[in-house]
C-alpha cells in the first residue's frame, strides 16, 4: 500500500483526473514542450513591438506621438490582462486549458495583423508629397487595434499560467526532483531571452527586407506549431486542482474588514481569530492593521461559513 501511493503524486493529477502516476507523468519531458510555447510568445510579442513605430508612422501615417502611445497601450495592456488570465486560471479554466485559450487568442491576432500589413485596402495609399497625404481611416485603424488586442490578450494569459504549469510537472515536495525545478526556471528564462534575441534580429530583418505580413505568418505559424506541440504531452502532463484566486479572497478580506470597521481590534492580536496551524502562521505585524478587523470574532460567527484568509489571520466569517 505504501507503494502504491509513494508511486503518484498527492497534489496533481493526470488528465482523466486520476492520481498522477510519478512515472508516466511530469517531468523534463513535459516542460519541455511548455517551453515551446514561451519562446513563440516572446517571438511573437517583441517582434511586432520592436518595430511597430515605424509601421505606423511610415505605413499607416500616424503622427509619432499617436504611433508611440500605440505601442505603449499595447504593452500595458499585455501585462494588465495578465490579472485576468490569473484569476481565470486560479477560479475555473486550470493552467493547461488556459495557456490553450490564450495561445490560439494570440494565434488569431498574428494573424489577423499579417492579413492588415497584406491586404492594401487595409492601409492607406502611399504617401508621395504632401498632396496625396492621407491618414488611415477608422476602419483601417480599427482592424489593426483588434489584431494587436487580440495579441495582447493572448501574451497576459500565456504569461499569468506558463511558468506555474511548468513547475507544475515537479514534485517540490522532493528534494531530488525540487532541485530540477530550479533548472527548469534558468531554461525558463534562457527561453525567454531567445525569443526575445531572434525576435529583435531575425523577425525584424524579415520585416524590413522581406515583408511584414511574411513575419507575422511566421510568428502564425510559430505560435500554431507550438499549440499542437503542447496539445500532444496532453497525457503526460501533471495537473494541479485550482485552489481559488487570491484576488477573490483578498477582496472578501477587505469587503469583511468594512463591514467590521466599527468595531475595536481586541488588545491582543492572538486573540484574533485564526485556524491556520501553528507552523503556517506568518508573523503579526502592525502594517494594515485596518484589515485585521476581518478577523475580529463577531457573536454569530461561528454559526455562519467560515473562509479561509490566506497568510496572518488565517479565516474570516460570513
Given at each position: ?251 472578501q478580506v477587505i469587503i469583511v474588514a468594512i463591514k467590521k470597521r466599527k468595531m475595536d481590534l481586541p488588545y491582543d492580536s492572538g ?48
Amino acid at each position: 500500500m505504501e507503494g502504491k501511493v509513494s508511486a503518484t503524486v498527492a497534489d496533481a493529477v493526470d488528465y482523466k483526473g486520476f492520481p498522477a502516476d510519478r512515472a508516466k507523468t511530469g517531468g523534463w519531458v513535459p516542460a519541455a514542450l511548455i517551453l515551446g510555447i514561451e519562446i513563440c510568445e516572446r517571438l511573437s510579442t517583441m517582434g511586432i513591438v520592436v518595430n511597430l513605430v515605424t509601421y505606423l508612422g511610415g505605413t499607416m501615417h500616424l503622427s509619432s506621438s499617436a504611433s508611440a502611445n500605440v505601442v505603449t497601450d499595447f504593452m500595458g495592456t499585455s501585462f494588465l490582462l495578465c490579472l485576468l488570465g490569473g484569476f481565470l486560471a486560479d477560479s475555473f479554466l486550470g493552467r493547461f486549458k488556459t495557456i490553450v485559450i490564450f495561445a490560439f487568442i494570440q494565434t488569431l491576432g498574428t494573424a489577423a495583423l499579417g492579413l492588415s500589413t497584406k491586404l492594401p485596402q487595409l492601409q492607406p495609399p502611399p504617401c508621395h508629397s504632401s498632396e496625396n497625404f492621407k491618414q488611415a481611416s477608422g476602419l483601417q485603424i480599427g482592424i489593426l487595434y483588434l489584431a494587436l488586442y487580440l495579441i495582447a490578450i493572448g501574451t497576459g494569459g500565456l504569461k499569468s499560467s506558463v511558468s506555474g504549469f511548468g513547475t507544475d510537472q515537479f514534485d517540490e515536495k522532493n528534494e531530488e526532483v525540487k532541485t530540477q525545478m530550479s533548472y527548469f526556471f534558468n531554461r525558463f528564462f534562457f527561453f525567454i531571452s531567445l525569443g526575445t534575441l531572434m525576435a529583435v534580429t531575425v523577425l525584424v530583418y524579415i520585416q524590413d527586407e522581406v515583408g511584414r505580413s511574411w513575419a507575422y505568418g511566421i510568428c502564425s505559424v510559430s505560435m500554431f506549431t507550438a499549440i499542437l506541440t503542447l496539445l500532444y504531452g496532453t497525457k503526460r502532463y501533471r495537473y494541479k486542482k485550482s485552489q481559488g484566486s487570491p484576488i477573490v479572497q483578498i477582496l472578501q478580506v477587505i469587503i469583511v474588514a468594512i463591514k467590521k470597521r466599527k468595531m475595536d481590534l481586541p488588545y491582543d492580536s492572538g486573540l484574533l481569530y485564526e485556524n491556520s496551524p501553528e507552523g503556517l502562521r506568518i508573523h503579526h505585524t502592525n502594517q494594515f492593521r485596518c484589515l485585521d478587523k476581518a478577523a475580529i470574532v463577531a457573536e454569530g460567527d461561528f454559526e455562519k461559513k467560515t473562509i479561509q484568509i490566506p497568510g496572518t489571520h488565517g479565516s474570516y466569517a460570513r
